[in-house]
């Protein structure tokens, strides 16, 4: 299977943003979804896991839910600051297979 | 606290091979499944594959087997990663990440940049 999402999303600070991965085969529903953040020339850090836990340390801003009737995951950041610029990477497995999204570039300004 | 450190940076001739290492510090080791992810310039994120470190099972992408072993030495703490018959498009950033579960990726190392150049 595959997980699409968009190339790029932007937003003001303060403002909200949502960003979806659709899975393309299979439900949803069936494994876990992560997500990632990367910021330039870092390694990626875990930001939510289990479809909508946050890992330690990670503001109660980021949040996470899957949508069963539209097969997608979707990770939303409230109150967007400027270091919240980051490229964000979605994930998800089946039996012995994992998958990442193409990640998507959110850009503040 | 938790950490993944890496290897450092190789370059490598085409048709070589590169051996990355990761050593865990703060967690129990055996507990754990280590994946193995690359970012080549510019793209995305690539699952190379997972070794379980109790036991040391493996499960590699279809797209790598052959071609890659991933091992573990519980004495240290430490995954390896071992990717042979080298070429130009496998210059990238290799990582290390650790999970609880097949599925997660909780801890992530600092990366490692193979360069694979004549």
């Known amino acids: 299977f595959m997980l699409t999402q968009p190339h790029s999303v932007s937003e003001s600070p303060g403002k909200t943003v949502t960003i979806s991965c659709t899975r393309s085969?299979?439900?949803?529903?069936?494994?876990?979804v992560q997500w990632y953040q990367q910021r330039p020339g870092s390694a990626p850090t875990t930001v939510i896991y289990?479809?909508?836990?946050?890992h330690s340390g990670v503001p109660d801003r980021f949040s996470g839910s899957i949508d069963s009737s539209s097969n997608s995951a979707s990770l939303t950041i409230s109150g967007l600051r400027t270091e919240d610029e980051a490229d964000y990477y979605c994930?998800?497995?089946?039996?012995?297979?994992?998958?990442f999204g193409g990640g998507t570039k959110l850009t503040v300004l | 606290q938790v950490q993944l450190v890496q290897s450092g940076a190789e370059v490598k001739k085409p048709g070589a091979s590169v051996k990355v290492s990761c050593k865990a510090s703060?967690?129990?080791?055996?507990?754990?499944?280590f994946h193995w992810v690359r970012q080549a310039p510019g793209q995305g994120l690539e699952w190379m594959g997972v070794?379980?470190?109790?036991?040391?099972?493996?499960n590699y992408a279809q797209k790598f087997q052959g071609r890659v072993s991933m091992t573990r030495d519980t004495s240290t703490d430490t995954v390896y990663m071992d990717l042979s018959s080298l070429r130009s498009n496998d210059t990238a950033v290799y990582y290390c990440?650790?999970?609880?579960?097949?599925?997660?990726?909780?801890?992530w190392g600092q990366g490692t940049l193979v360069t694979v150049s004549s």
């Open positions: 994930q998800s497995y089946d039996n012995n297979n994992v998958v």
């Open positions: 703060g967690f129990t080791f055996t507990n754990y499944f």
């Open positions: 070794i379980n470190a109790n036991g040391g099972t493996t």
């Open positions: 289990e479809d909508n836990q946050r």
């Open positions: 085969s299979g439900s949803i529903a069936s494994n876990y």
């Open positions: 990440s650790s999970g609880y579960t097949f599925g997660d990726f909780d801890y």
